[in-house]
């Protein structure tokens, strides 16, 4: 509705897919599907369910009555309640034995963490479509030299294809970050109230075995290996620290990532992508704002300040839970994992789409180059019988001109000029120019990239290959 505020990262920079993995449905159909699990469970460890109570569960799983549910929660002031009373209405056969034992920590909780899975499942897929735009890119200008920056000062030639590499790398310490905290994600499971499964002992008349084994029972059902040993009312409020902080880390390479790029086409060597019809100022019609790469960095942001709410969550939770993390965690969660996503939405954009002016980088190449060349140009010298001490000053003298006719006249660079005239150097103006060649200066940057992508990216693109496919829409 128009009258009423809707979230922009619904609205205007998350998936689809990553919108709907937090969506009511999939919460609500989870919790079914954990109460499904439960009672299947219960009835594998002899308690007195039917086959027929269960199917009748299974098979309103996603035909949720929410008129009814959310009609009973007026009532009773108690979402969880309310849906268990909406669920029997359903099926009624299987009314007596929805929820049986469990708290509602045990959807609550448990759902919580099924969907962050979900969610981080998405992440990964996404960061391996980078990788996999910017490995492209990085092969294609692996040997085109340009400057390198220290303190955003020229400093010594690289190539554009080895700089990507570095936005390579440390999405690379993200992917190995993500891939462990997702395989070892555990349940909250089958742990009651306080988490002492006191209630669990009662159903199984005191035999423990079967009340641990029903903990394992759920946890595999839903698609986990284990279920935390011991629990509060909650699962540990830190694996929301631990999650969020993962996706600060993946939101910090893109931010850098995104201010290079910004950097760059304020240089004119790089651009994201510009459309045919974009306008990039509403004053100034030439413009050609990075406005994507501008957004990136703006949600990253959000995303590096959001990891301190479950940070603070964890710290402050009371004995065995304290209600205060609810409303926190129910916004910091999801918009942590919507914000990212929008992030990497304009990561893919941006990655498979950047024009690369070379004729610029070139320029810019020339004119610092001869500062770079001189030692390999007086070395070179020395060699045919020059003075090393007295070729010194004359690069010092030349130097000190090129420098004034850059800066203070906005000249050209003339000291290859200089020492191509000056004989005391013993060099042809040929062989002074295969001296100064950029890709000499290089060094190993083009092997670099090639040995990088083999040994660090491709076995990460083969693992994820089916998601390569994925296809980023920019709203706006």
């Not at 009748?56 to 009973?72: C, F, P, S, T």
């Not at 999405?171 to 349940?187: H, P, R, Y």
């Not at 993946?250 to 790089?270: G, H, P």
């Not at 004995?319 to 893919?348: H, W």
Request: net charge negative.
């Amino acid at each position: 509705m128009k009258n009423l505020y809707n979230n922009p990262l619904n609205s205007r920079y998350s998936s689809s897919e990553m919108s709907y993995i937090f969506s009511d449905h999939m919460k609500f159909s989870t919790w079914r599907k954990l109460w499904v699990a439960l009672a299947e469970g219960e009835k594998e460890l002899d308690l007195n369910i039917s086959e027929r109570q269960i199917e009748q569960l299974r098979a309103y799983i996603n035909d949720i009555n929410y008129d009814v549910a959310e009609a009973r929660e007026k009532e009773v002031r108690h979402d969880v309640m309310s849906h268990v009373y909406a669920y029997g209405k359903q099926c009624p056969e299987a009314k007596g034995i929805i929820h049986l034992g469990a708290t509602s920590c045990y959807v609550g909780d448990n759902t919580d963490i099924i969907v962050m899975k979900e969610a981080l499942s998405l992440i990964k897929k996404k960061i391996a479509v980078v990788l996999n735009n910017l490995k492209k890119f990085a092969l294609e200008y692996k040997d085109m030299p340009t400057l390198g920056f220290t303190h955003f000062q020229p400093a010594q030639l690289t190539t554009v294809g080895k700089r990507a590499t570095l936005w390579m790398q440390d999405l690379v310490m993200d992917m190995e970050n993500l891939e462990f905290l997702i395989s070892t994600l555990k349940l909250r499971g089958v742990k009651g109230t306080t988490g002492t499964q006191a209630s669990f002992m009662n159903l199984f008349e005191g035999d423990e075995e079967k009340v641990k084994t029903l903990d394992i029972i759920v946890a595999k059902k839903m698609g986990f290996n284990k279920s935390y040993a011991v629990t509060g009312q909650t699962y540990p409020r830190k694996l929301d620290s631990i999650v969020l902080n993962t996706l600060s880390e993946i939101a910090q390479s893109a931010y850098k990532f995104s201010n290079d790029l910004r950097l760059l086409q304020s240089m004119k060597e790089i651009e994201e992508p510009f459309e045919k019809s974009q306008i990039g100022s509403s004053a100034m019609a030439y413009k050609r704002n990075p406005m994507r790469s501008e957004r990136m960095g703006s949600l990253a942001r959000y995303v590096l300040v959001d990891a301190l709410n479950p940070a603070i969550t964890a710290a402050t939770q009371w004995f065995e839970r304290t209600l205060d993390d609810s409303a926190n965690k129910r916004i910091a969660m999801a918009e942590g994992f919507l914000a990212l996503d929008g992030v990497l939405n304009l990561y893919i954009n941006i990655s498979e789409g950047m024009v690369v002016y070379d004729k610029v980088i070139k320029a810019h190449v020339e004119s610092e180059l001869p500062f770079m060349a001189t030692e390999n140009i007086m070395m070179e010298s020395v060699k045919r019988g020059g003075d090393r001490q007295e070729l010194h000053e004359i690069i010092r003298e030349y130097s000190m001109e090129a420098t004034k006719r850059v800066k203070g006249e906005g000249l050209s660079n003339n000291l290859i000029d200089n020492i191509i005239k000056d004989e005391r150097f013993k060099l042809s103006k040929e062989e002074i120019l295969k001296i100064i060649d950029p890709i000499k200066f290089t060094g190993r940057a083009s092997s670099q990239v090639v040995e990088f992508i083999e040994e660090y990216v491709n076995n990460i693109l083969e693992e994820n290959e089916e998601a390569l496919s994925i296809k980023s829409e920019i709203n706006v």
